[in-house]
């Protein structure tokens, strides 16, 4: 059964910490994607990577951080240099050549 | 850049009558074009693409969208509205290895 995982569903996290959260995929695309979604404002791209090894910076990547070391799992730091952390997350991952991305079930993030 | 603007932040619909959800791009060429669907808390899941050829696409749940060049819109619609349609609907197009999301349309459904 192929698809997107993301865990956990909901996480809580004081100030001041840093916190992982986990994307993982099992349909063997190359791009993997994470977005940051608030109400009202659509989703914003936080960092995409295309390959194995290899990430950019999207366009709200101040205070995140990732890594790519295998093709099925991309997580994201959420460290505390960023300043509003509280919001939903959202990992995709697609295909460079058609652009569809396909979405995990996202992860509510609470920093009190 | 390359952007989406989806005009209308909220509509209300009564179950059974149509519905369609506006949807405009920035110009860019060959713009590949998408619509997805969010229900609360969850994940987006694509209903339909747009690619190139025919300009009017089928997708799932028996959504359909018209690619409308010369109004670089993309407008996603429904015949009959249930009330499982009730959601936010996002569109997006695609800007260099990326997409460019809409803020979005929520859809509420009323009996």
């Known amino acids: 059964d192929g698809g997107i995982t993301q865990s956990p569903k909901y996480l809580f996290r004081k100030e001041g910490q840093n916190v992982t959260l986990s994307c993982e995929q099992n349909?063997?695309?190359?791009?993997m994607y994470w977005y940051r979604q608030d109400p009202g404002q659509g989703l914003r791209l936080i960092y995409y990577s295309q390959i194995v090894n290899d990430f950019q910076k999207g366009d709200i990547a101040e205070g995140y951080s990732v890594s790519r070391e295998k093709k099925e799992s991309f997580p994201l730091t959420v460290t505390s240099a960023q300043k509003n952390p509280t919001a939903f997350y959202l990992c995709?991952?697609?295909?460079?050549?058609?652009?569809?991305?396909?979405f995990g079930p996202g992860t509510r993030l609470t920093v009190t | 850049a390359q952007s989406v603007t989806q005009p209308d932040i909220h509509i209300t619909v009564s179950e059974g009558a149509s519905l369609e959800l506006r949807c405009n791009y920035s110009?860019?060429?060959?713009?590949?074009l998408f619509w997805y669907v969010q229900s609360p808390g969850q994940g987006l899941q694509l209903l339909l693409k747009y690619f190139s050829g025919d300009t009017l696409v089928q997708g799932i749940k028996g959504f359909e969208a018209e690619f409308k060049r010369s109004q670089s819109s993309f407008n996603l619609r429904k015949p009959s509205v249930h009330w499982s349609d009730a959601a936010e609907y996002f569109c997006?197009?695609?800007?260099?290895?990326?997409?460019?999301f809409g803020a979005g349309t929520t859809v509420t459904v009323r009996a």
């Open positions: 349909l063997n695309h190359d791009a």
């Open positions: 995709a991952s697609g295909r460079d050549e058609t652009y569809e991305q396909y």
């Open positions: 997006a197009r695609s800007n260099d290895y990326k997409l460019s």
């Open positions: 110009y860019g060429a060959t713009p590949y």
